[in-house]
C-alpha cells in the first residue's frame, strides 16, 4: 500500500471513539495510521488506552497552557506530519484560526443524526422530542458548533423505555462502526483521480467561458468560443513514465519551469510528453494540496490562454 494518512485524534475523556480508530487502524489495508492522541486534559483516561497500545501521546494542559494551549496543540501536529485531525469526545470549544487553518482536514463524531440536535445532552433532547430514530454523524468541523458538511450518518433505533445511558450505550457501538469507515473514506477521497478531477474541474469551470473537453482521451478545460477555443488546463493521469495525478496548467516559460521545479521538486515537475513548452505539471495526489494555490493556476493559465476580448474584462473588473 501507499503511505498511509496521518491522523492525530483529539480527546478530553475516556477515548472510545479513538481506540475504536486505532484498532481499525490496525488492519493492514487501512488507510490511515493514528500518528498522535492528545487533547485538551492531561489526565484524560484515553491518553492512558492510547499510550499502552503503543501510540505517540502528548499531555497537553488547556487549563494550564490558556491562551498558548492552540499553538503548543499547533507545533505538536507539525511535529508529528499530522495530514488530518479526528475530533473523538474532544470537548473545548476551537477558535476560528484554527478551524481556518484545519479547514477541511479536520473531522468531528456527534451522537445525533444531525442536523438535529446539536450541541449537549443529545440523547435527553432526542428523548424529549419523542424521536423514533436517532443515530451519529460524522461530520467536518467548521466555525459553527456542528454545523460542518456531513460525511456520513448511522442511524439507530430508539425503543420504548430507553433512557439517555441506555441509548448512549447502544448509539455508542453505531458510533464505533461509523468512525472508522468515514475515516477511511475521508482520507482516500483526495487521493481519489476521479475526486481530483471533480475538484479541478469546479475550480476550472468557475473561470469565464470555460468548458471541459477531452484531450487524447485526458480530461481538460477550455476557454473562448467554441469555434475559437484553446486548453488551459489538461489532467495527467499517471501517464507517460510520471506516476503522478497532476495537473498542466501553462507557465511563464522555460526559465519560471526550471526555477520552479528547482524550488519545489515535490510538487512541480515537466511533463517530458509536452516537449519544450510551456505547460508545468503540478502534483495533486499529495496529503496535502493547497487547492487555492492551484485555483490560482488555473487563472493564471486562463489568462495565457484567453482571447484578449475576456483578458480585457478581467483587467477591467480587476482595476475597478
Ligand atoms: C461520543 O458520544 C461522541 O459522539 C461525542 O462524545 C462522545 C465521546 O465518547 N462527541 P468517547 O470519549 O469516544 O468514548
Not at 212 to 241: C, E, Q, Y
Not at 283 to 311: I, K, M
Request: aromatic share 8%; with cysteine.
Amino acid at each position: 500500500m501507499v503511505s498511509r494518512a496521518r491522523v492525530a485524534i483529539l480527546i478530553s475523556g475516556r477515548g472510545s471513539n479513538m481506540a475504536a480508530l486505532i484498532y481499525a487502524a490496525r488492519a493492514d489495508d487501512c488507510p490511515y495510521e493514528v500518528a498522535l492522541v492528545t487533547g485538551d486534559k492531561p489526565d484524560a483516561p484515553g491518553l492512558a488506552l492510547a499510550e499502552a497500545e503503543g501510540i505517540d501521546i502528548l499531555r497537553l494542559d488547556a487549563n494550564k497552557s490558556g491562551a498558548n494551549y492552540w499553538n503548543e496543540l499547533q507545533n505538536a501536529l507539525d511535529k508529528a506530519g499530522i495530514e488530518t485531525i479526528a475530533l473523538a469526545g474532544f470537548m473545548r470549544i476551537i477558535p476560528t484560526d484554527f478551524v481556518a487553518r484545519w479547514a477541511g482536514r479536520m473531522i468531528n463524531i456527534h451522537p445525533s443524526l444531525l442536523p438535529d440536535h446539536r450541541g449537549l445532552k443529545t440523547h435527553q433532547s432526542v428523548l424529549a422530542a419523542g424521536d423514533r430514530v436517532t443515530g451519529a454523524t460524522v461530520h467536518l468541523v467548521s466555525e459553527a458548533v456542528d454545523s460542518g458538511a456531513i460525511l456520513g450518518q448511522v442511524a439507530v433505533a430508539v425503543l420504548p423505555g430507553d433512557t439517555a445511558d441506555t441509548l448512549a450505550t447502544r448509539v455508542l457501538i453505531a458510533e464505533h462502526q461509523l468512525y472508522p469507515r468515514i475515516l477511511s473514506a475521508f482520507v482516500t477521497r483526495e487521493r481519489d483521480p476521479d475526486w481530483i478531477v471533480a475538484t479541478v474541474g469546479g475550480h476550472a469551470l468557475q473561470l469565464p467561458e470555460t468548458r471541459f473537453k477531452t484531450s487524447h482521451g485526458a480530461p481538460g478545460w477550455k476557454v473562448g468560443s467554441p469555434s475559437n477555443d484553446k486548453f488551459f488546463a489538461i489532467m495527467w493521469l499517471r501517464h507517460h513514465g510520471e506516476e503522478s495525478v497532476a495537473l498542466l496548467v501553462k507557465c511563464g516559460g522555460q526559465d519560471e519551469m526550471a526555477a520552479l521545479i528547482e524550488a519545489d521538486p515535490s510538487f512541480y515537475f515537466r511533463p517530458a510528453y509536452y516537449g519544450p513548452s510551456d505547460w508545468i505539471g503540478l502534483r495533486l495526489d499529495r496529503p496535502v494540496v493547497d487547492w487555492d494555490h492551484v485555483a490560482e493556476w488555473l487563472q493564471r493559465s486562463w489568462q495565457a490562454c484567453a482571447p484578449p476580448r475576456l483578458t480585457k474584462l478581467l483587467r477591467a473588473a480587476d482595476e475597478f
